[in-house]
C-alpha cells in the first residue's frame, strides 16, 4: 500500500497542480528527495526518511531543512535558489503556493538544462580547462570567504571525522568486504590527529557546500554553478576544506579525467597554499569514495529491483586503490625567466600526476604587502627555503612534486638535492634552454599580456644571467634537457620507462 507522500508524488506529476503552465512534467528521484521538472520551474520536496545522518521524518523538520537549503544554497546560486512554498490541499489533490493548512513543503528553484551539469559534460567528453579552473578559483574563493569554526564544538575534530568515516561500515558490511579499510582508516587518523586538531585551531574548519562532486555542479550562463549542498546535517557541511577538495579529486579520477583532477588540485593550492593539507587528502579520498558506495546501497535497498549492487563495490574497490603507499619523486627546473618552465611544468604535472609548486606564485604570496624588491638575495633565499618546506610536506605526504623556479645557483640546487636525499626519493633536473632574444621576447610579451604571476622584468633577466650558475657535472647525470612541451613529456616518460621502470609504475597510479 503506497503511503501519503507516495500518493503526492504521484499527484504531482499532473500539470493543474501548478500556478504556472506546465506542459511537461519530469521526476527526478533520489534516496532523500523528489525533484518535479516543470520547464521553468523545478520543485524540491525532501522524503519522509530517517537515516543516521539525517531525520526529515517530520513536517516540521522538512521545512526546516527546505529554509536552510535555501540559506545555504543561495551561497553559490541565488539566481538558481527562489523560495520555500507551501503544498496545500490533500496528498491526492494537492496544490502547489495554495491557500490553506500545508501538508508538505518545496524548495523551488529556476530549472536549468540536465546536460548541463559537469558530471554529464563529463561522460559526454566536453569538460575543459576553461570549466576545471573556474571550478578550482571558485572553490578557493569560497573557501577563503566562508565562516570558519574554531571553537570548541565537535566540528572538525578527530573524534568527529572518525565517527564519519567508520559510520560508512555499518550498512555496507553485511554486503561488502572493507575490513582492509576499515582498519587503514583507524591507523590513519591515529597517525593524523595532531594535525587535525591543529587545522582546527588554525581555521581550516568551515562551513562548506558539503557535497560538492561533478553532479552537485553545473555549467550555468558560462559560469561553474555549485548547488544542492548539504543542509540537513551540520556535521557534514562543517568540514575540513581539503575534505571538500578531496571529494571533486575523487570524482574526478573515479571518471579516469586524472589531468582534470591534478589540474584542480595544483590550482586549488596554488590559490590558497594549502599544502599542509595534502597530509589528510588521501584519508579523505578514501572517505568519499566509502560515501558514495554507502548512497548506492542506499538507492539499491530503496529499490532492490535486482540483486545488482555493483556500483557500491566498484566505489569500494575505488578506495582501496587510495591505500596503497607509493614512493614519490622530487623534480625541479632550472633555466632563466621566460625560458618555458611554467608552461611546460604545468603540463607534466597533470600527465605525470605531480603537485605544482611555483616561485612565482609563493614569492608574491610571502611578499603581496612589501615595497620592497621582491626579486632581492634576501627574499629569494626566502623564497627558495619556503618552496623547500612546502615540497617536504608533499614529499612526507606522499606525492610527487614539481618546483617551478629558476634555480640558478648551486646552493639553490643543493638545498633540493639534500631533501630528496633526506626522504629517499628520486631527484631529477629539468634543464630549460632558449637563447637570450626569446626570453627577452616572451618576458615581454608575458608583461603586455599581464596573465601570470611572474614579475620578472628584463632587468631580472640580465641579473640572472650575469649572476647565474651552470650545472655542475654531478648535477648533470640527473638532468633532463627540456625544449618544449612535447619534448619534455617524450624525454621524461622515457627516463622514467627506462633505468626507473618501478618509479613510472608508481606515478601512474591514482595518487
Known amino acids: 500500500m503506497k503511503n501519503r507522500q507516495e500518493v503526492l508524488a504521484k499527484s504531482l506529476l499532473k500539470p493543474t497542480v501548478y500556478p504556472h503552465s506546465v506542459s511537461e512534467i519530469k521526476l527526478i528521484e533520489t534516496h532523500i528527495s523528489w525533484v518535479f521538472l516543470t520547464g521553468e520551474f523545478a520543485y524540491k520536496i525532501k522524503k519522509t526518511v530517517q537515516f543516521d545522518f539525517l531525520d526529515f521524518s517530520t513536517l516540521e523538520k522538512r521545512h ?41 513543503y518545496a524548495v523551488k528553484m529556476r530549472q536549468f538544462p540536465a546536460n548541463q551539469l559537469l558530471n554529464e559534460m563529463a561522460n559526454r567528453g566536453d569538460l575543459n580547462t576553461e570549466i576545471i579552473d573556474q571550478f578550482a578559483d571558485l572553490t578557493a574563493k569560497f573557501h577563503r570567504h566562508a565562516n570558519t569554526d574554531i571553537s570548541e564544538s565537535c566540528y572538525g575534530t578527530s573524534a568527529e571525522i572518525q ?32 594535525l587535525i586538531e591543529q587545522r582546527k585551531k588554525h581555521g581550516f574548519i568551515r562551513e562548506c557546500h558539503g557535497d560538492l562532486h561533478l553532479g552537485n555542479v553545473v555549467w550555468f550562463e558560462n559560469r561553474v554553478t555549485p548547488f544542492d549542498g548539504i543542509e540537513f546535517n551540520p556535521a557534514l557541511r562543517w ?106 611544468s604545468a603540463k607534466l604535472t597533470e600527465v605525470f600526476n605531480l603537485i605544482h609548486l611555483r616561485s612565482d606564485v609563493e614569492r608574491q604570496r610571502l611578499f603581496a604587502k612589501t615595497d620592497q624588491n621582491i626579486y632581492s638575495p634576501k627574499h629569494t633565499q626566502q623564497t627558495y627555503q619556503t618552496l623547500a618546506d612546502f615540497a617536504a610536506e608533499i614529499l612526507t605526504a606522499g606525492f610527487s612534486v614539481l618546483v617551478d623556479a629558476t634555480f640558478l645557483k648551486l646552493d639553490q640546487r643543493a638545498l633540493f638535492q639534500k631533501l630528496a636525499t633526506n626522504q629517499n626519493v628520486e631527484f631529477l633536473i629539468l634543464d630549460f634552454q632558449a637563447t637570450e632574444e626569446e626570453l627577452s621576447r616572451r618576458i615581454l610579451q608575458r608583461q603586455q599580456l599581464g596573465n601570470d604571476f611572474s614579475e620578472a ?23 633532463i634537457q627540456v625544449e618544449n612541451v612535447d619534448d619534455a613529456l617524450k624525454k621524461l616518460l622515457h627516463h622514467l620507462q627506462g633505468e626507473h621502470h618501478d618509479t613510472t609504475r608508481k606515478l601512474h597510479s591514482l595518487v
Open 239 to 344: 568540514t575540513d576544506v581539503m575534505n571538500e577538495v578531496a571529494f571533486v579529486v575523487m570524482d574526478l579520477l573515479q571518471r579516469n579525467l586524472k589531468p582534470f583532477a591534478y589540474r584542480f588540485l595544483n590550482r586549488y593550492l596554488s590559490q590558497t597554499g594549502d599544502y599542509q593539507g595534502l597530509s589528510l587528502l588521501r584519508y579523505y579520498l578514501v572517505y568519499r569514495a566509502l560515501v558514495r558506495a554507502k548512497i548506492a546501497l542506499l538507492r539499491w535497498q530503496q529499490h532492490q529491483n535486482s540483486p545488482d549492487f555493483s556500483e557500491a563495490e566498484n566505489y569500494a574497490a575505488f578506495a582501496e586503490g587510495f591505500i596503497v603507499q607509493k614512493s614519490p619523486l622530487l623534480l625541479i627546473t632550472h633555466g632563466y625567466s621566460g625560458s618555458g618552465k611554467s608552461t611546460v
Open 64 to 104: 526546516f531543512y527546505c529554509e536552510e537549503e535555501l540559506r545555504l544554497n543561495r551561497r553559490f546560486a541565488p539566481e538558481l535558489y527562489l523560495q520555500v512554498i507551501p503544498i496545500t490541499g490533500t496528498a491526492a489533490h494537492p496544490q502547489i503556493n495554495g491557500n490553506g493548512e500545508p501538508i508538505e
Open 457 to 479: 622584468t628584463l632587468d631580472v633577466l640580465q641579473q640572472q644571467i650575469k649572476s647565474a650558475q651552470s650545472l655542475i657535472s654531478t648535477e648533470l647525470d640527473k638532468t
Open 163 to 194: 565517527r564519519w568515516f567508520s559510520g560508512n561500515f555499518s550498512e555496507m558490511l553485511p554486503f561488502l568486504e572493507l575490513t582492509k579499510l576499515a582498519l587503514w582508516g583507524e591507523k590513519e587518523l591515529s597517525k593524523n590527529a595532531p
